[in-house]
Nanobody
């Protein structure tokens, strides 16, 4: 069982920055691919970013490339999402997720992720 707890959401003006954190339980965090997803009101949950087990490889949705950075600290069992130049379209509940499949690559599909956090709200005012 893996527990994920997000933090760092809030209200920010357009152009501002936020850093989300996701703390994971368990002793094998370094073996998980980690991802961030978001869900805006009335919309489906969408992929944002993913990072490989050692942090060497990352994957982003086109709309956040150059603005968001995913990184992890395996010693702290934590994955982060640094969000800069925020736009009103970034307003959503943000979820972190863990993919426990051995040898898996980075996936954009929520179906490939096994555990999810409870989400943290990010609201960008224009």
């Amino acid at each position: 069982q893996v527990q994920l707890v997000e933090s760092g959401g809030g209200l920010v003006q357009a152009g501002g920055s936020l850093r989300l954190s996701c703390a994971a339980s368990g002793r094998t965090f370094s073996s998980y691919v980690m991802g961030w997803f978001r869900q805006a009101p009335g919309k489906e949950r969408d992929f944002v970013a993913a990072i490989s087990q050692r942090g060497v490889s990352t994957l982003y949705v086109d709309s956040v490339k150059g603005r968001f950075t995913i990184f992890r600290d395996n010693a702290k069992n934590t994955v982060y999402l640094q969000m800069n130049s925020l736009k009103s379209d970034d307003t959503a509940v943000y979820y972190c997720a863990a993919d426990l499949r051995s040898g898996s690559g980075l996936s954009r599909s929520s179906l490939e992720y096994d555990y999810w956090g409870q989400g943290t709200q990010v609201t960008v005012s224009s």
